[in-house]
């Protein structure tokens, strides 16, 4: 089945204890893209990758870091959380980003940061 | 620079039929999309739309306006199950990256 994967799910931690949020696709999607969702700002894109080594920031990218070293994996880093980061992350992947190309999102991971 | 509105919240009844405005501007158009997202869930694709016109998918229609930087998502015969959050999100170009997307508008549905 073609599904955009995240883990984990839930996780609840504290300020400072670093933490990684796995997504992982299984369509062979070039591009793909971490958002965080925030009651009344909508989605927030955080950081998007083009293709294996290659990621550009978003809008809010502070606090957040990412790689691709392989084309089917995202992962979003948080180095040191902070209050607030907490949020509903989403990943995403696209084939590409053009034309009617539409992006797949994982079932979303939900982080609180105390 | 790149901006989407769309109205907050929007209440309807079943059985009725709801438009969802949506007006941008970009820098570099290169296609609408609608999603539904349901509380606490992913967004799921729902429609396209990069040439004028209306585009039609069973109960929902999306129609687009590049002159006026507009687009609506027509919801008929209303369903419970309609409620939800509908994010308009829009393809630029110019911006590098896949989509910009709206706050969104958060549907209820009432019997």
């Known amino acids: 089945e073609a599904q955009v994967t995240q883990n984990p799910r839930y996780l609840i931690t504290v300020t400072g204890k670093k933490l990684t949020v796995t997504c992982s696709q299984n369509?062979?999607?070039?591009?793909m893209s971490w958002y965080r969702q925030d009651p009344g700002l909508g989605l927030r894109q955080i950081y998007y990758?083009?293709?294996?080594?290659?990621?550009d920031k978003g809008d809010v990218p502070e606090g957040y870091k990412v790689s691709r070293k392989e084309k089917r994996n995202f992962p979003l880093i948080l180095e040191s959380p902070s209050p607030n980061q907490t949020s509903l992350y989403f990943c995403?992947?696209?084939?590409?980003?053009?034309?009617?190309?539409?992006?797949?999102f994982g079932p979303g991971t939900r982080l609180t940061v105390l | 620079g790149q901006n989407i509105d769309q109205p907050t919240e929007m209440t309807a009844t079943e059985g009725a039929i709801v438009q969802i405005n949506c007006t941008y501007q970009?820098?570099?158009?290169?296609?609408l999309f609608w999603y539904q997202q349901h509380a606490g869930e992913a967004p799921t694709f729902l429609s396209y739309?990069?040439?004028?016109g209306l585009e039609e998918k069973g109960r929902f229609s999306s129609f687009l306006s590049r002159s006026k930087g507009y687009s609506y998502l027509l919801l008929k015969e209303l369903q419970m199950k309609d409620s939800a959050s509908y994010l308009c999100?829009?393809?630029?170009?110019?911006?590098?990256?896949?989509?910009?997307f709206g706050k969104g508008t958060t549907l209820s549905v009432s019997s």
């Open positions: 995403a992947s696209s084939l590409s980003i053009g034309g009617g190309d539409t992006q797949y």
């Open positions: 369509m062979n999607h070039e591009y």
């Open positions: 990758s083009m293709n294996v080594e290659v990621t």
């Open positions: 970009t820098s570099g158009f290169n296609g």
């Open positions: 739309n990069v040439l004028d």
């Open positions: 999100a829009v393809r630029d170009n110019q911006a590098g990256t896949a989509l910009i």
